[in-house]
């Protein structure tokens, strides 16, 4: 009986780790195939163990241009998407206007379309336009998508402050600029910073849209794209595991750094707005 | 900053003929009113009633209809809000959880350009008693530490008046008692004028000099707690501060220093000077613990009037019980019977006379078509049309 | 009185930018798109398309490629089964069992999301290649004939899309049943209703508005998607994403292209609106 307890109370958990393996089973194949040397340009199965893919990342140059291409893509996305996502988010949360509704009709209907029909229709429109496509239609098709996600991310942490603490901060001989400053702003950041940092890796990690919209640019999952037919460098996967271990590493030190990693069991203190 | 004027002499607190609406709502309707310098005031009311609304409108969170906000001979109506030498106590506090506590407390002095903050935020927070307390962040208190801390980032800003969005809502029942002593205590301490804002009758009768009940935008009644608490003006105020025996009576006008009324078929009477209306349909108004039981109704003291009746329940509450009797008309009066001898209780079906001193009955003015308004029913809806 | 219009002039000032630019260009490309699904289908791109209404070219494309469509939501409601099967325990399990691992947990079903896209996919290849221990197993235990694969064959290209979406259908509902108040389910306990039960009467319906949105994550994309079909299964496998992409890329039949994506649209849209009619939670249990 106490083991079949046992079982019954433990066989969710049991589930939901093999699940976990399910998810980071290919990222360790990843990490392992950054360290192999391929025994031909078209497999992909681990031959040998060596290190100098990490030693040469660009021992192929085209695919660290390419990976350079994204870098500047995606910072260039993300820096606009943030701003006016961001824009977008407090004119939502803070102000009623005529057309709020449709606003957010207009915000949420991307994320609901499939990527393959946003990406053809901006060709359709750039080819229609006479628009050459390249790095400025990939950036333009880049921000179109990340702006509702950022407008979501930052409108769901705006909506969770406090409208009382800024009154409290106009209350306290802040004016409106000292009050968003310093108030405002403060306890939005994070949202954000999560938002700009979503944008990043969307646009970063983009390859149906960009596959429309790039003309001659090569961005990284382009090269990866086309690499596949060819035959993939193994350095592939240093970048692949390079960028899964700095964003990791971004997570788990912003998080421990917020003591937030391991939950608390027991909450301290009455729950008040945390930042 | 140049913009404040926080040196000024100050003076009293008027509101006139202050008004806010909200679309069709009307929070607020033509609130006429004077805090005195230095006093401590309460606005007192049901959720709804436009008590906060009003001291919003006082803070300048808020921007009046119409009407004035005059703090001395100053018109700070339009005032923005941080230009205003008013600080607020907000409802749970609305603590900067980015800022620690020191941070917190120096907030207002920083903004108006004060760089030496140390000295005088040490004093503020030893004042309500946190001293070393700076360091920590807000969700590491608890919520009486927050009280307090968000009363010193108030107070250090030495404004004119002081506003308290029910202050002492968000803590336990023992913590509040405490904390309207130690309220009561720093308003002595500082001599500013508190303007508080609360639904607890009790909360509001313990610390306020002066309390206005407010229902539906307008304020029923104005003054000294035990005033209005012997004396109500209206059936919302009997009902709302306390409890009262409402019975349904007509008076025919007054009869020397009396109002003789009748109600359910019995006469009764009022001394004049306790009649807030003397003709016509009315309100005869007792207090539960004002109205006594006997046996019979021989023997009473002199001067009593009386009812007769049955006990139909009892509640025994430690210091009180608290009885509801039937009248012969089918009506139901709540008494509060002192626990203080060593008599035992009525028991449930018992033939009692329930009397009072007419000194103790007050009349008050009543919609016609209104009946009775029994006592001890908390939940009922009070001051709404039956 | 200038402040107060300049306050209500300023969120459309806010917006403008945003939605100026998500009209520009998702919504005007979309009327684009769908005036070249009816550009004459005789046209070409260096010749010029002209706007001859063409509605033909709808059923045209749906009878040259209804197998791929049909394929599209066969691959993607199979993977979508898998998905609620894995998916569900997973955000049950961080939600209400892993007490102080919650974040942790949460963290490695996001992680897997840093590596790119592609390079996971193919690191599927890897892993279910005929000479990887996968299929050896496979193969040792008679699950898979001994020329048995699992490659280029539905179940790659399945399991591919499951687990690239996984992570989508697992946070939303994460959120709904971590919010999901433990009291509820002692209240079951106390109303006697068993383990089983308490599943099915509470906790499953309160966390629906997760499963509902972690659904639509999942399928939309799953359906759109043909990165798996082309990296991980061959032209039997292929979906309808396959299919516009070569009309846009290479066969630069833009008429085509754009009917197809417009019939996929439709498609995903009369799915997902039948999906949520029936998942309103007024209509009772899903």
Known sequence: MSAFRWLAERWVMGVALLVLGYLALPVLVVAALSFNRPSNRLSYDFAEFTLDNWRQPCATPEMCDAVLRSVQIGFVSTVVSTVLGTLMAFALVRHRFAGRSGTNLLVFLPMATPELVMGTSLLALFVSAGVPQGFWTVVVAHVMFCLSFVVVTVRARLAGMDRRLEEAAADLYAGPWQAFRLVTLPLVLPGIVAAALLAFSLSFDDFIVTNFNSGTTVTFPMYVWGAAQRGIPPQVNVVGTAMFAIALLLVLLTSVRKGTLLTHSVEEGPPVNNT | ?386 | MTARGRHRLLPYLLLLPGVAWLLLFFAVPLLQLAAASLYDPGGSLSTGYAMTWAFGNYPDALRAYWPQFARSFMYAGAALALALLMGYPLAYAIARKAGRWKNLLLVAVVAPMFTSFLVRTLAWKTILSDNGWLVGLLRDVHLLGPDGRLLATPVSVVLGLTYNFLPFLVLPLYASLERLDPRLLEAAGDLYASPAQTFRRVTLPLSRPGLVAGTLLFFIPATGDYINAELLGTPNEYMIGNVIDSAFLVRLDYPQGAALSFLLMAAILAAVFGYLRRADPSQGVL
Not at chain 2, 1 to 11: A, L, Q, Y
Not at chain 2, 337 to 346: C, F, P, T
């Open chain 2, 1 to 386: 900053m140049n913009g404040m004027v926080n040196e000024s002499p100050g003076g009293d607190l008027r509101l006139d003929g202050l008004t806010k609406r909200f679309g069709r709502i009307t929070a607020v309707d033509g609130l006429d009113l004077t805090v005195a310098q230095g006093s401590f005031f309460a606005l007192l009311g049901p959720s709804g009633c436009g008590k906060t609304t009003t001291l919003r409108a006082v803070a300048g969170l808020e921007e009046p209809t119409s009407g004035r906000v005059l703090l001395g001979d100053r018109d700070i109506t339009r005032l923005r809000p941080h230009r205003r030498p008013v600080n607020t106590v907000f409802q749970s506090y609305a603590l900067f959880p980015h800022l620690n506590v020191h941070e917190n407390v120096a907030f207002g002095l920083r903004r108006r350009g004060i760089r030496s903050v140390d000295a005088e935020v040490a004093r503020m927070l030893a004042l309500v008693r946190l001293d070393g307390f700076g360091p920590r962040r807000p969700a590491q208190l608890s919520g009486g530490q927050q009280q307090r801390v968000a009363l010193a980032r108030a107070l250090i800003n030495q404004p004119q008046v002081l506003l308290l969005d029910e202050p002492l809502g968000a803590l336990d029942l023992k913590l509040r008692r405490q904390m309207q002593v130690e309220l009561k205590r720093l308003q002595i301490e500082v001599g500013t004028t508190f303007v508080q804002v609360t639904h607890d009758q009790e909360e509001a009768m313990t610390m306020a000099d002066t309390v206005a009940v407010m229902n539906a935008g307008r304020i029923e009644q104005l003054g000294g707690p035990a005033d209005i608490y012997e004396y109500p003006a209206t059936a919302f105020v009997a009902n709302f501060l306390g409890q009262s025996n409402l019975l349904a009576a007509e008076a025919a006008g007054p009869a020397g220093s009396e109002v003789p009324v009748t109600a359910h078929g019995a006469r009764f009477s009022v001394p004049a000077d306790r009649a807030r209306a003397d003709r016509g349909a009315v309100h005869l108004g007792v207090r539960p613990e004002k109205l006594h039981l006997a046996g019979t109704d021989a023997g009473l003291p002199a001067g009593h009037q009386h009812v007769a009746g049955v006990v139909t329940d009892a509640s025994y509450v430690g210091v009180s019980t608290q009885y509801l009797v039937r009248t012969a008309w089918g009506g139901e009066l709540s008494a509060f019977v002192a626990n203080s001898g060593l008599g035992g209780q009525l028991p449930i079906g018992a033939s009692v006379v329930a009397h009072w001193d007419p000194r103790h009955a007050f009349l008050l003015p009543r919609e016609p078509g209104h009946g009775d308004r029994a006592a001890g029913r908390l939940d009922a809806p009070v001051g709404a049309a039956p």
